[in-house]
């Protein structure tokens, strides 16, 4: 079973910023796509960030400007800087590596409330 290990969730207040990253095996890091989802409650899985085959990065338009994912090469890992977070930024965030098929972390919730 491959394992993304996800960390970095919590509780914020509106305005505040947080960091998730994700871990992966090398193999995975290397050959497949890493990017973040999310899912709030009642709603679909949603793409946050996400690195594409060509190298280049693509946003949810509702967090461009605010988040930014990163990756190490060195760590196997990738990473979501969160920043000016939003009471409907609150949900689970999912670790994904794309490639003919998607692996999954098991979540981490980000919970944006005053």
């Known amino acids: 079973q491959v394992q993304l290990v996800e960390s970095g969730g919590g509780s914020v207040q509106p305005g505040g910023s947080l960091r998730l990253s994700c871990t992966a095996p090398?193999?995975?890091?290397?050959?497949?796509?890493m990017g973040w989802y999310r899912q709030a409650p009642g709603r679909q899985r949603e793409l946050v960030a996400m690195?594409?085959?060509?190298?280049?990065?693509n946003y949810a338009d509702s967090v461009k400007g605010r988040f930014t994912i990163s990756s190490d090469s060195a760590k196997n890992t990738v990473s979501l800087q969160m920043n000016s977070l939003k009471p409907e930024d609150t949900a689970v965030y999912y670790c994904?590596?794309?490639?003919?098929?998607?692996?999954w972390g098991k979540g981490t919730l980000v919970t944006v409330s005053s």
């Open positions: 690195f594409t085959s060509s190298g280049n990065t």
């Open positions: 994904n590596a794309h490639a003919v098929g998607d692996l």
């Open positions: 090398s193999n995975i890091f290397r050959r497949y796509l």
